[in-house]
């Protein structure tokens, strides 16, 4: 580990009384201490203590490389808390930190829940769409919201989401004297702007969730006909086989309906479109799942705007599929990719069937109708048949 400059210190609402003497004696020999201004009164720190600065920046910390610094975080540091933000900028040898028990597992603690079976999310700075992929019935979140007010604004969002009889907990102070816990329902919340609340629990009741398997819904997609229809998006997706942490090049995105279940799955992708008013339903979209993180969306024509782009680890050409896009793709991808390509017109399954024969895969043709009205009686309704290639590079 060697003489690491920078101590980071989780603290619980004990104060010092809660730190270990090696935490102790790192404030003591700090020649400058960060954290909130609450964190700075929990322990004491007065003439070296510098609260942290608005917006919040990590470089003062930096600036003190090499002198004996300390930074005070909210129980364990690296959960929601500060200490990633800084380890990801320093070697390990520069730093060591001392945790204390999170504001998770002192919620769950209070709650008797089984913390391995709770999401657990902060939204100091996310939206509350971010609990969508995570909301069904009986489900256990644990909240991290930054006041009284942002409480309120969430029992509200719950509410008009069909969520209102979601059973609410608000725990302030938890682990100090002024500790409290007091259970509400999301639809009779009141908010206490003043409350400088900590966490709020969440067992939700109300509404259906969102299904974990492919093809969701069309209505729950903004577009303007540009989609990839339900039965053909659980096709497409099953071919491009999501995995966790991997990203999708999804060109000629559409709605960004196969962006947003694959980013459902734990993955990342960047959608790219051409035109600005389906690149703004993509965003909408992205944002009405809670995907902002996960979704990027750009704004250009393919294959010129593909080089710059961070390789995928798998590619969707649902729209504008040509030779040169494909060649401009194939050139670009590395070997392992995975490709999943449609097509509707004679001239794209054309291409597909030459690819095929070329590069081998799975190709096949998709013909879907739907029962409708005729005059007394009911039909079948077909819809354009679609021809999926699938391919690994």
């Given at each position: ?41 929990l322990?004491?720190?007065?003439d ?5 600065p ?7 910390v ?6 004996p610094?300390a ?13 990633t ?29 089984r ?24 489900a256990?979140i ?5 006041d ?7 029992a509200?969002?719950?509410t ?5 009889e979601?059973r609410?907990w608000?725990l ?11 259970p509400?329902?999301a ?18 009741s109300?509404?259906?969730?969102l ?9 729950l997609f ?12 659980a ?17 000629g ?12 799955c ?34 250009g024509?393919?294959?010129d ?7 995928p680890?798998a ?8 030779a ?9 991808i ?11 017109t004679l ?6 069937s030459d ?9 096949m ?17 077909a ?7 699938s391919v690994v590079?």
């Amino acid at each position: 580990m060697g003489n690491p400059w920078l101590t980071i210190i989780g603290i619980g609402e004990d104060g010092l009384a809660g730190l270990s003497e090696a935490s102790r004696k790192a404030l003591g020999d700090a020649e400058m201490v960060f954290g909130g201004q609450r964190h700075l009164a929990l322990a004491g720190v007065t003439d070296h203590g510098r609260p942290w600065p608005v917006p919040f920046d990590t470089d003062c910390v930096l600036a003190c490389r090499g002198r004996p610094t300390a930074v005070l975080a909210s129980g364990d540091p690296f959960w929601y808390g500060v200490g990633t933000s800084l380890a990801q900028k320093l070697p390990a040898g520069e730093w060591i930190a001392h945790s204390a028990p999170s504001t998770f597992s002192l919620a769950a603690a209070r709650l008797g829940w089984r913390l391995e079976t709770v999401t657990c999310l902060g939204f100091h700075a996310a939206p509350f769409e971010c609990l969508v992929p995570h909301l069904a019935r009986e489900a256990r979140i644990i909240c991290l919201v930054r006041d009284g007010k942002a409480a309120g604004d969430l029992a509200e969002w719950l509410t008009a989401r069909g969520w209102g009889e979601s059973r609410l907990w608000t725990l302030t102070a938890l682990g100090g004297p002024r500790e409290s816990v007091t259970p509400h329902r999301a639809d009779s919340y009141t908010a206490d702007p003043g409350a400088g609340l900590v966490a709020i629990a969440l067992e939700a009741s109300g509404s259906d969730g969102l299904s974990r398997s492919s093809g969701l819904p069309d209505t729950l997609f903004v577009h303007e006909g540009q989609i990839t229809k339900r039965p053909m998006r659980a096709l497409a997706l099953s071919a491009l086989g999501p995995k966790p942490g991997e990203r999708l090049w999804d060109i000629g995105a559409g709605s960004g309906s196969i962006s947003v279940e694959w980013a459902l799955c734990g993955g990342t992708a960047i959608a790219v479109e051409a035109r600005a008013d389906r690149a703004a339903n993509i965003r909408s979209n992205t944002a009405a799942f809670g995907l902002t993180h996960r979704i990027r969306v750009v704004e250009g024509t393919a294959p010129d705007i593909l080089s710059g782009l961070e390789r995928p680890q798998a590619a969707f050409m649902g729209g504008g599929l040509d030779a040169a896009m494909f060649d401009a793709v194939w050139s670009l991808i590395g070997p392992g990719t995975r490709i999943v390509a449609h097509a509707v017109t004679l001239e794209t399954e054309a291409l597909l069937s030459d690819l095929h024969q070329r590069h081998g895969g799975e190709l096949m043709r998709v013909e879907i109708a739907h029962a409708g009205g005729l005059g007394r009686y009911r039909s079948w309704e077909a819809a354009r048949p679609v021809v999926q290639w699938s391919v690994v590079r």
